[in-house]
């Protein structure tokens, strides 16, 4: 997960708002929340965030199309429905991560805290799931090489407890998201791994520079998959102290 930068609300949202709002609180008097009743139209604006989003998931970079993948409200539409039509409250995720492992999941760090209906965020919660586009994920995960299965694997960064919540409620480690990563690891970040280390053993300090700062532009470029596990596997292999050992840098996504 890297963060992703949404940009200005589309002009047709605040209208858009103000009318289903108005529809919608007359449905949840009556019958409480309905999902159906939350209508279908998103499309538009669903479309935007695909585009300003590079066209991936927000949170597992996976690049997908927009028809059949979800909008997807960081506070959940179910519990927090007075910010379904809010533009800071949504995000263009595949369903694997916004329906079959997230869900109506928000977990925040004390749960006394949580918005009463119609309150504006973030008043007392301290939500325990990272929003890419207010935040870095970096800060929170980090993808490491697990010795014993040889995968890399989404793991908190440090101590982080909101990385931890965030693996945890998306499924980032879920099975399939792993075989993605290795395999796209190994077929798009290992060559330039090794060309880089053969030239460092081979102490041609120029041609070093020369391709790391080649190699890695193109290998972090945000319309890539998985950019934040890119990071991590350069961060491993060449560590802070020899690239600064070589005069190189590794950019933060
Ligand atoms: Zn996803």
């Known amino acids: ?33 309905d999902r159906k009743e939350l209508g279908d139209r998103y499309t538009e604006v669903k479309r935007l965030l695909w585009q300003r989003q590079l066209f991936k998931c927000c949170y597992c970079e996976k690049i997908c199309e927009d028809v059949g993948n979800d909008l997807e409200h960081y506070r959940p539409a179910s519990s927090y429905w007075w910010l379904a039509w809010t533009w800071e409250n949504l995000l263009f995720a595949c369903p694997n991560c916004n329906r079959w492992a997230k869900n109506d999941a928000f977990p925040l760090a004390d749960d006394t805290t ?85 030239l460092m053993d081979a102490g041609d300090e120029h041609a070093v520079r020369k391709d790391w700062n080649h190699m890695i532009r193109r290998a972090l470029q945000r319309t890539r998959h998985h950019v934040a596990l890119t990071y991590d596997v350069f961060d491993h292999f060449f560590p802070e102290a020899e690239r600064q050992r070589w005069g190189v840098v590794l950019p933060r996504p």
Do not use: C
Request: glycine share 6%; net charge negative.
């Open 114 to 198: 949580r918005l009463r209906p119609e309150e504006a965020p973030p008043q007392g919660e301290q939500p325990h799931l990272v929003d890419p586009a207010t935040e870095n994920p970096l800060d929170s995960i980090q993808f490491v090489l697990d010795s014993t299965s040889g995968r890399w694997m989404p793991r908190p960064r440090g101590a982080s407890v909101k990385g931890a919540e965030t693996i945890r409620v998306l499924e980032l480690d879920r099975q399939a998201l792993l075989e993605i990563f290795q395999r796209y690891v190994e077929d798009y970040v290992m060559d330039d791994v090794k060309h880089l280390r053969a």
């Open 1 to 33: 997960m890297i963060r992703v930068d949404r940009g200005g609300e589309p002009g047709e949202l605040p209208e858009l708002r103000r009318t289903e709002l108005d529809r919608f609180r007359v449905v949840f008097a009556a019958k409480g929340f």
